[in-house]
């Protein structure tokens, strides 16, 4: 990935990515706040999704920040936030199906 492409990429990743570490640290504070924590493995999987999110904004900052390293850096935040969405989508279907308890 060229690094022009790599700063373009990390930029809207960063944006995106405290967006949804936001949503994703609600959803950890509101399940505490009601008492469902220990019933339930919801906020574990937030948590999880929370973390992915913090990586993935962390290093799109380092990938716009770095001179050398940039394209690195874009890859592992890109992945990072693909990962993320796909733990926040798991939690979204499992809480809907009530499988999660």
């Given amino acids: 990935m060229p690094e022009k ?12 990515s405290t967006t949804l570490l936001g949503i994703s640290f609600a959803i950890v504070s509101l399940i505490g706040a009601m008492g469902h924590a220990d019933k339930t ?5 937030a948590l999880l999704s929370l973390i992915l999110f913090l990586g993935s904004c962390i290093s ?5 920040r770095a001179q050398k390293r940039s394209a690195a ?14 733990s926040l ?3 979204s279907v499992l809480i809907s199906f009530n499988v999660v308890r």
């Fill in 5 to 16: 492409e790599a700063h373009a990429i990390s930029h809207h990743i960063l944006a995106a």
């Fill in 41 to 45: 493995l919801a906020d574990e999987f």
């Fill in 60 to 64: 799109a900052y380092a990938a716009m």
């Fill in 73 to 86: 850096f874009g890859r592992i935040s890109e992945a990072l936030f693909i990962a993320g969405l796909i």
């Fill in 89 to 91: 989508c798991l939690l």
